[in-house]
């Protein structure tokens, strides 16, 4: 394996990074704008050449296409990123693993699990699964200790991090069932929702307890990946979704509360900050960040500002995007740059580079 990386070489850079971060996070204007760039697998396997199914599964591909991509992301983009380490990526099958669903791969692209509520009947006869006991899981975490062992095997001095959850109760009863039959029961079955999301809402927490049990971590930080709640009413957001997200932050977010949310959630924002309390808040490329910024500052850090869409072309079209984000997220701090969501494989890798180093440059602070 040729790819290798040594984060000595960025230790200042690092710290430089931290600082700009601690600031923002302080909710002041640090020297510059930090820029996180939330690339990941799929978008390095399509910069490098790498077919996207054989990278979730084939242990020594992702530990190639994840060491490159770091050294891609900290000598090639340039953004605040803090952290390095090897990760089990199995794509966006938590569901599936842990209700035993069946898994699709499709060539050249993510996994997906089945769905496998179609009735009210399949809702009700819904289990919460014991992790211990549960296929999926014991296989995700037999991969994780795999996946450590190829780590010590090729001598990369990384750390390996990975833990099974799902997603909270709404976006995993769209995962199990599609969104659309879950908004129409939101609507004529509320009561057998209500009984669905309470079964996930224990799920979750099962499967974080086991996370710890397993990995000897206590979990008093946790994000959750809530797309769905973007599509229903506040109302129906306080009536069916915050009851079991408001639960999970009590639970588990002594110390930090994130949420990512690929929206649009402008019609959230208020309740998220005021209510939820949220430590941060990725808010997705189809949000408004005026809108973010007049409900959340001051109290959210928010996380985001760019769409995808606006990095598939050439730097030039995407340059009002960049310069709008950096003009309203940056004043006060409280923010922090970046495409909101994942970065999608196809985002031109120049125009992604170039923003980054825009974003930098028109918000650089001038000594007094």
């Known amino acids: 394996m040729g790819a290798t990386f040594d984060p000595e070489r960025y230790r200042e850079r690092i710290a430089r990074s931290e600082q700009r971060l601690a600031a923002a996070r302080r909710f002041e204007e640090p020297d510059q704008v930090p820029v996180q760039i939330s690339v ?23 530990i190639e296409v994840q060491l490159k991509g770091l050294r891609w992301a900290y000598d090639e983009l340039g953004d605040d990123r803090t952290g ?46 014991d992790p211990a006991q549960t296929p999926g899981v014991q ?115 002594r110390d930090g509360r994130y949420l990512h949310a690929d929206g649009p959630n402008d019609h959230l924002f208020g309740l998220y900050a005021n209510v939820l309390r949220l430590t941060e808040m990725d808010i997705g490329g189809f949000s408004d ?28 079209a995407a340059r009002p995007a960049v310069e709008r984000a950096v003009a309203i997220g940056a004043p006060g701090g409280g923010y922090i740059f970046g495409v909101g969501g994942e970065t999608y494989a196809g985002v031109n890798p120049d125009t992604l580079i170039r923003s980054v180093r825009h974003a930098q440059q028109i918000s650089r602070r001038r000594p007094a």
């Not at 990760?87 to 699709?104: H, K, R, T, Y």
């Not at 050249?108 to 009947?121: E, F, L, Y």
């Not at 095997?153 to 995962?175: F, K, M, N, Q, Y």
């Not at 910024?293 to 990095?311: S, Y």
């Open 40 to 62: 990941g697998g799929s978008f390095y396997c399509r910069l490098f050449g790498h077919n996207i199914a054989e990278y979730f599964q084939d242990r020594e591909l992702s």
């Open 289 to 316: 960040l005026a809108a973010a910024k007049r409900e959340m500052h001051g109290k959210t850090v928010i996380i985001g500002g760019l769409n995808c869409k606006d990095l598939y072309g050439d730097f030039e």
């Open 139 to 253: 296989w995700y975490y037999g991969e994780l200790q795999r996946l450590r062992e190829a780590v010590q095997r090729l001598d990369i001095r990384l750390p390996v991090w990975g833990g099974l959850t799902i997603h909270p109760p709404l976006s995993a009863a769209c995962a199990l069932a599609g969104p659309s039959l879950i908004y129409e029961w939101m609507c004529e079955e509320p009561g057998l929702v209500k009984r669905l999301f309470a079964k996930l809402f224990e799920a979750f927490c099962r499967l974080v307890d086991y996370c710890d049990s397993v990995t000897g971590a206590t979990t008093t930080s946790i994000g959750l990946a809530d797309d769905n709640s973007a599509f229903v009413s506040e109302a129906m957001y306080r009536e069916f979704v915050l009851p079991y997200n408001s639960a999970i932050y009590e639970r588990y977010g």
């Open 84 to 129: 390095f380490g090897i990760g089990l990526d199995v794509g966006p099958i938590q569901e599936a693993l842990a209700f035993g669903a069946e898994i699709v791969r499709p060539d050249d692209t993510s996994p997906w699990g089945r769905h496998i509520i179609q009735t009210p009947a399949d809702a009700e006869a819904l289990r919460v699964p």
